[in-house]
């Protein structure tokens, strides 16, 4: 079993960058692909970015892409999502969930934290 929690959320203004970190507890993070998710407020969850056990390879949202990287050290048992060039419409609850394999659909993840709320002003 994993147990997951994320950090880093905040408030930031439109153009700016925030880095989220998921630390996991148990001795079996590494044989776990990690992703994350947003919720808005009235909208469904969302898939913004995953990554594999050794880090070969990374999925991103189109809305993510370009912007968003994800990044993980199994040493340290953390997962990172590094936001820049935030938009008002990123705003939403932030989650990272771990499963057996790299999806894009909630339902791929075994395991999620509680979430971390980032908001960006305009």
């Known amino acids: 079993q994993v147990q997951l929690a994320e950090s880093g959320g905040g408030l930031v203004q439109a153009g700016g960058s925030l880095r989220l970190s998921c630390a996991a507890s148990g001795r079996t993070f590494s044989s776990y692909s990690m992703g994350w998710f947003r919720q808005a407020p009235g909208k469904e969850r969302e898939f913004v970015a995953a990554?594999?056990?050794?880090?070969?390879?990374?999925a991103y949202a189109d809305s993510a892409k370009g912007r968003f990287t994800i990044s993980r050290d199994n040493a340290r048992n953390t997962v990172n999502l590094q936001m820049n060039s935030l938009k008002v419409e990123d705003t939403a609850v932030y989650y990272c969930a771990a499963g057996r394999t790299i999806a894009a659909q909630a339902f791929g993840y075994d395991y999620w934290g509680q979430g971390t709320q980032v908001i960006v002003s305009s």
């Open positions: 990554i594999v056990r050794s880090s070969s390879s990374r």
